[in-house]
């Protein structure tokens, strides 16, 4: 882990733009902390991640985390009943890991199982622990967002890691996801403390849940304030959506209003 907090940009914010193209964008930009949204399996390896990896160290780019694109068919391969899946799905996540590894980046996003499915929590624990040795293996930390469509946007199924799990548990905060639940971030902050090591933030209002910063309500002074309390030394990723701002150059002069606070 950094001994700083740091504050940058998703690859994710530019989508549909290919990935490669989208992390020169923020490069050219500026922009020195991305989390990276892989969108395709040929992005892993090969020319397409050569080219990845040379954006990476042309312009000295501290790669906070990796999102995968497979996050939806976790329910089915990962959280499901049939262990060949889970095996297969286990062993497929090698290529985010190796390819972390040459990145440098240190925290796997996790979405999980839906919250409308059949997995139980008992079953949920048990494969994240797994996932969560496996990452450990090459220095990875797997690390469990709150999605409101999952059963992670439950702090509930939250708890219940923290407590059965211990130190083989981590969490990605995620503000406009917090919202949609109707969770307080704040909550989540005060109750993980320690255990979340990675956060998307964004603004929202009474009518929008996803905005650029300081365009809502949400009150940024006050989570940077309790996460300096808590000592956080992570990453603060910037999350939008393509129809959430105008221009690539708009992305990056808001994420600066953000480090200054920081």
Known sequence: MQDKMRVGISTASLYPLETEKALRELAIRGIKTVEIFFNANCELTGDIFKEICNIVDEYAIDVASVHPFTCPIEPLMLFSRYERRVDEMLDYYKRYFNAMGELGAEIFVLHGAFK???CTIERYIERYQRLFQLGREFGITVAQENVEYCMSGKVDLLHEMSEQLGNEVAFVLDIKQA???GISPFELVDKFVSKIRHIHISDNDE???????SSGSFDFKM?????KAIDYHGALILELYRNNYSTYDELAINIQSVEKLV
């Open 179 to 181: 919202v949609r639940s």
């Open 116 to 118: 409308n499915g059949n």
């Open 207 to 213: 009518e929008h849940d996803c905005m650029l910063i």
């Open 223 to 227: 989570l940077i304030n309790r996460l």
